[in-house]
């Protein structure tokens, strides 16, 4: 619910606040504001309307006009009636008295109460948030287009620190080596933190890996009175206040989500599974180089099944691998897949498949599949080569160390060839689907670059060396 500002805070106030702050205080303007805002005021009908609908209370005045409506609002701040629309019957709105005038909103219900974004409960529900919004945006607007201009994240880092939450704002450029950017963080500089956190954060985050994630931001609605991680003010209204950060838990407002960097530490309490689950999130929240799923797999089949026939091609008892997925779920780098528990290497093969094809964005990311399909056309070698270098160097740094991995150990498959009858063509035909997939769900797309999927593969194998 919108409203232009009839006052607001003057800049010395924002000014002189920034000035005088002290991480970490959590500031209480708005929450001030939120509590003097005016409260609902329902006026209900004398009479008995007919044909009203059964989700409207008392409250509803029937086939007025707004200037009737008007007339039944005036002088009381903060009362609301419901009235059908004379001009469009079967429409109906809600008429509020704020700011010594009345303001009218068409309604909906669709099992809920709406005007906007938010839906509510009830009625009064939605009028109480309305005037909390109404309310704190006549009176700080000006205050509210400067809450990101000093936020306390540029001080602290989390400020969920405070909750022994300890985690290092990191980035990466787009031009730095990926080889360098999975190896430990221990001499990244940190920056703009407080020594004390700083001490906190080296002493408990010396192995976290250099891999850059956006936070998973969703709307929240937040029980009792929360303030923002970001900027310190209070989270206002009565429901959907603000996002949260599903892999981390960071709490914001909608507005200040935008200017959070792309440094989301995922907890692991947080982290329901591991088949599913998008790579990065996981691989930060076990502070790994790739997903243990990966290095697992990998280490049982070097170890016992480099020389099987098929070895990739030939499948597995469906049952047998979604134990194996099940038991990484349950016990994550734990899960014990060894040869007494599961004699078939095939079965481990294809978990190890299946954990690729369930990635909500596949290994070789949506972002870059295109990219990856126009390299595989260029008719030139050398030209080709470069073109998917230079593609590869797009990836996200967890999805490009998981794929250099995976071509070294494909590699190796492809040295046993007179055993397993597995070349660098056979594998990519059975990787090119798994690691990449157009990202609209197209199965004409599908059929169409199949051959290139392939060939993507195959050349990764091939020159795994000079490309990684």
């Not at 020389?307 to 349950?330: N, P």
């Not at 290497?345 to 596949?362: E, H, Q, S, V």
């Not at 590699?411 to 070349?423: I, Q």
């Given at each position: ?12 106030s ?5 000035e ?13 504001l ?8 329902r ?10 609908p ?9 086939i ?41 909103y ?16 009830s ?106 991680e970001y ?26 989500s ?20 998008d ?5 930060k ?13 990998i ?8 020389k ?51 990635l ?22 050398d030209?080709?080569?470069e ?7 797009l ?42 997939r ?31």
């Amino acid at each position: 619910m919108a409203a232009s500002s009839n006052s607001s805070l003057s800049g010395s106030s924002v000014s002189s606040d920034a000035e005088e702050y002290q991480p970490p205080i959590w500031k209480s303007y708005l929450y001030q504001l939120q509590q003097e805002a005016p409260r609902p005021k329902r006026i209900i009908c004398p009479r008995e309307v007919e044909n009203r609908p059964k989700y409207y209370g008392r409250e509803f005045h029937g086939i007025i006009s707004r200037e009737q409506a008007d007339e039944i609002l005036a002088g009381v701040e903060g009362a609301y009636i419901l009235r059908e629309s004379q001009r469009q019957p079967g429409c109906y709105t809600l008429a509020l008295r704020f700011g010594n005038q009345t303001l009218n909103y068409r309604l909906f219900y669709d099992g809920k109460h709406f005007v906007g974004e938010k839906r509510f409960e009830s009625i009064h529900d939605l009028v109480t948030d309305g005037l909390i919004t109404l309310y704190i945006e006549t009176k700080a607007s000006e205050y509210i287009s400067k809450m990101t201009t000093n936020p306390i994240y540029e001080h602290i880092g989390y400020a969920t620190l405070l909750r022994e939450k300890v985690s290092r704002r990191l980035s990466r450029t787009k031009n730095e080596s990926r080889k360098a950017s999975v190896t430990s963080e221990e001499n990244t500089p940190v920056e703009k933190i407080t020594s004390l956190v700083r001490r906190a954060a080296l002493t408990q985050n010396d192995n976290h890996f250099n891999y850059e994630k956006a936070h998973n931001f969703k709307v929240h609605t937040f029980r009792g009175p929360h303030w923002c991680e970001y900027c310190a003010n209070f989270m206002w209204g009565l429901i959907a206040q603000g996002v949260r950060c599903s892999d981390c838990g960071l709490n914001v407002h909608k507005q200040c989500s935008k200017y959070v960097p792309n440094d989301c530490q995922p907890d692991l309490k947080r982290i329901k599974r591991v088949y599913c689950c998008d790579l990065t999130t996981l691989v930060k929240a076990h502070n790994t180089q790739r997903p243990m799923v990966v290095d697992s797999c990998i280490r049982e089949i070097e170890a016992r099944g480099l020389k099987s026939e098929g070895l990739y091609r030939v499948s597995g008892f469906t049952e047998h691998i979604e134990d194996v997925k099940m038991a990484f779920d349950r016990d994550g780098d734990k899960a014990d897949i060894s040869a007494s528990i599961y004699p078939d290497i095939n079965i481990i093969t294809g978990a190890l498949k299946l954990y690729f094809r369930d990635l909500p964005i596949p290994v070789i990311t949506y972002d870059t599949y295109s990219k990856f399909i126009e390299a595989a056309k260029i008719s030139n070698p050398d030209e080709r080569l470069e073109a998917i270098h230079e593609v590869l160097m797009l990836l996200p740094a967890a999805h490009y160390e998981t794929l250099r991995y995976l071509m070294i150990h494909l590699k190796k498959v492809t040295l046993h060839e007179k055993e397993n009858f597995m070349n660098a063509e056979n594998l990519g035909i059975v990787f090119g689907p798994t690691l990449m997939r157009p990202p609209e769900d197209s199965t004409l797309a599908t059929l169409n670059d199949m051959r290139y999927q392939k060939l993507i593969v195959q050349i990764l194998i091939e020159n795994e060396d000079v490309l990684f």
